[in-house]
């Protein structure tokens, strides 16, 4: 079993619409949590971040974490065309950062004007 | 002024061939990284590199070797290359964990290497 499953869509929703995007994952230890974005032919950059469990907003997104359930959530309030992309749900066990990271495989969004 | 950037931006070459890939990050950061992101577009970690460390994902194999001249920039040597070797090759950065370890694991990433073997 993979470590982090992530749908990879595409999900496709019309303008305006509220986006879930979901990850489970097997590994227990994880603590830190984070959501990437990536635009096409460009590297990921960081749009969330999380540690444990609970809820964290920053304007139109909102990550959610559910450790019990190895659960993860963003949710992309008031879509837009420039949301359009692939997001990575990315995790670690470790602060230091020196395990890497491990990413789900990407869901690719949509949204349609 | 790019925090993480990378050399060259595309590479073509034939199966058998060595060469390398630059990174270079103007953030100040400790720990550096390089990933492959296959086809498939899954983005998958190789190494970690700090002054102290080298983190060396096994499923790696021993032809690909970072080094590091300097604090500022890690490279990515491929030896013998292969038709499976094609991807795209991310280097990252993140700032030490002594530092916050909020901080620790944001990591920047560069724009990436699309590299080609024939």
């Known amino acids: 079993q993979k470590e982090v499953e992530q749908d990879p869509g595409p999900l496709s929703v019309p303008e305006g619409a509220i986006v879930s995007l979901n990850c489970t994952y097997s590994n227990s230890a994880f603590q830190y949590f984070m959501w990437y974005r990536q635009y096409s032919r460009k590297g990921p950059e960081l749009l969330m971040y999380t540690y444990s469990s609970g809820n964290k907003e920053d304007g139109r997104f909102t990550a959610q974490v559910d450790k019990s359930s190895k659960y993860i959530s963003l949710f992309i309030r008031d879509s837009q065309p420039s949301d359009s992309a692939t997001y990575l749900c990315?995790?670690?066990?470790?602060?230091?950062?020196?395990?890497?990271?491990?990413f789900g495989k990407g869901t690719h969004l949509i949204i349609q004007p | 002024d790019t925090a993480v950037s990378q050399t060259p931006k595309y590479l073509v070459t034939q199966m058998g061939n060595d060469k390398s890939i630059k990174c270079e990050q103007n953030l100040g950061h400790d720990t550096m990284y390089w990933y492959k992101q296959d086809s498939k577009k899954f983005l998958k970690i190789m190494f970690s590199?700090?002054?102290?460390?080298?983190?060396i994902n096994e499923t790696v194999p021993n032809r690909f070797s970072p080094k590091s001249p300097d604090k500022a920039h890690l490279n990515l040597h491929i030896n013998s290359l292969e038709l499976g070797d094609s991807a795209v090759y991310f280097c990252a950065s993140s700032q030490d964990a002594g530092a916050s370890m909020a901080m620790a694991d944001t990591q920047y990433f560069g724009p990436g290497t699309r590299l080609t073997v024939l």
């Open positions: 590199y700090n002054n102290k460390e080298l983190i």
């Open positions: 990315a995790m670690s066990e470790s602060g230091g950062g020196a395990d890497g990271l491990t």
